[in-house]
């Protein structure tokens, strides 16, 4: 089993900066994948961006330019830093752990809240 604990969520004004960071424990091996998806009210869960073990990354669209995905494999974390935000942005952020053998894991999810 691992478990993933997600930080930095909270209220920002549009233009403002956030960081999340996301920590895996347990039996954390054979990572395939790291990375970020979230969900706002009415909507399903979507990719924000994942970085690969390889150290290849995925952005979507909306946040390419502005979101930037970070790892730090010994450490077994997986941040994301949020520039330039949104009220679009707004939503509950997950962290989402691949491994190897198919098998994922959610984090608990974090708030992110983007108005003035």
């Known amino acids: 089993q691992v478990q993933l604990v997600e930080s930095g969520g909270g209220l920002v004004q549009p233009g403002g900066s956030l960081r999340l960071s996301c920590v895996a424990s347990g039996n954390v091996v054979d990572i395939y994948s790291m990375g970020w998806y979230r969900q706002a009210p009415g909507k399903e869960r979507a990719l924000v961006a994942t970085?690969?073990?390889?150290?290849?990354?995925n952005y979507a669209a909306s946040v390419k330019g502005r979101f930037t995905i970070s790892r730090d494999n010994a450490k077994n974390t997986v941040d994301l830093q949020m520039s330039s935000l949104k009220p679009e942005d707004t939503a509950v952020y997950y962290c989402?752990?691949?491994?190897?053998?198919?098998?994922?894991?959610w984090g608990q999810g974090t708030q992110v809240t983007v108005s003035s």
């Open positions: 989402r752990l691949f491994q190897s053998s198919g098998i994922i894991y």
């Open positions: 970085m690969f073990t390889n150290s290849n990354r």
